[in-house]
């Protein structure tokens, strides 16, 4: 059993404690061109690389990752696709960097045969899917209406995520998740499609045991359906993007009474659905910041 840890809901945890590691050689290449005047320059871009993932004897799907994290992704991922169960005993994670293979194995018989011939392609990047009986399974699940989301707290997170090295800021590229509690960042995962970064965190969450009612996810990319599916199977209440909505994607989080937030930039939001987990608490800071919009508007003009 591969759980190592047992944290328990309104736990208090650091800021961050998993967070990308900007120094690691393997994410980031370096490559020389030139710019618009034909100058030489040389800059990072992010490396990308296959891995295929299997599920006991039997393959399941080949991703395309930036390699971090192989074991929390392949756990995430078959968790997301509803392969794994909440009661599954994972017995062992092998992975083969250099054949870019990653093997989990459980105490339960897996096969999973038909279910691979009916999966459905989504607008997520690279191997984005999902199947269609999780949208059946949406009904089941009901997230805490416990947990409210304080205004206040949204300008705090941004700022906090915007402001940590990451490899977005260091080659772009590339999409972030971070699982919050509260107006603090707890697990911020990156990598190619933000799809990989979702499974990542719930990897994670998984075999480390965190609880999910009480947490907030925050994701750089758009607010699709496979988005709001993700979250929902995690057991998250509340979803935020700096990015924009799908239609269906805000039709499923009505659907599961999901907060779903978008263009989330300081302390201006949309909200499209879950509305009554939202306490206004930031209506000064809201008029500070407009204010100094104003300002510096007339201090350009």
């Given amino acids: 059993m591969l759980r190592k840890v047992r944290i328990t809901e309104g736990e208090v945890l650091d800021e961050f404690f998993v967070r990308p590691d900007v120094e690691d050689e393997r994410l980031v290449s370096r490559v020389?061109?030139?710019?618009?005047n034909g100058a030489p320059i040389e800059t990072d871009v992010v490396s990308e690389r296959p891995l295929t993932l299997y599920l006991n004897r039997q393959e399941i799907v080949?991703?395309?990752?930036?390699?971090?994290?192989?074991?929390?992704?392949?756990?995430?991922?078959?968790?997301?696709?509803?392969?794994?169960?909440?009661?599954d005993e994972i017995i062992d994670i092998d992975h083969d960097e250099e054949l870019g293979i990653v093997v989990v194995r459980?105490?339960?018989?897996?096969?999973?045969?038909e279910k691979l011939k009916k999966k459905v392609q989504t607008?997520?990047?690279?191997?984005?899917?999902?199947f269609g009986d999780l949208l059946e399974k949406l009904d089941d699940i009901t997230l805490s209406s416990d947990h409210n989301l304080k205004t206040s707290w949204l300008p705090e997170l941004t700022r906090k995520i915007n402001g940590i090295p990451s490899l977005y800021l260091k080659a772009g590229a590339i999409h972030g998740c971070v699982?919050?509690?509260?107006?603090?960042?707890?697990i911020y995962m990156e990598d190619v499609g933000r799809h990989n970064a979702v499974d990542k965190v719930a990897g994670y969450m998984f075999l480390h045991g965190i609880p999910s009612r009480d947490k907030i996810f925050y994701t750089t990319g758009r607010l699709t359906s496979e988005m709001v599916i993700k979250t929902v199977q995690m057991g998250i209440p509340i979803l935020v993007s700096r990015s924009g909505f799908t239609a269906w994607g805000v039709e499923l989080a009505q659907q599961a009474s999901l907060t779903l937030i978008g263009r989330c930039r300081g302390s201006r939001f949309m909200a499209l659905a879950g509305q009554e987990r939202?306490?206004?608490?930031?209506?000064?800071?809201?008029?500070e910041d407009s204010r100094h919009r104003r300002k510096a508007a007339r201090d350009d003009a």
């Fill in 32 to 36: 020389q061109g030139i710019d618009q």
């Fill in 62 to 87: 080949t991703m395309m990752t930036i390699g971090d994290h192989p074991d929390y992704l392949a756990v995430g991922y078959l968790l997301n696709q509803n392969m794994l169960h909440a009661d």
């Fill in 106 to 113: 459980t105490t339960r018989e897996t096969d999973y045969e």
């Fill in 123 to 130: 607008s997520g990047c690279a191997q984005g899917t999902v």
């Fill in 179 to 186: 699982l919050c509690q509260e107006n603090r960042p707890l």
């Fill in 278 to 287: 939202i306490v206004f608490d930031a209506q000064e800071t809201y008029e």
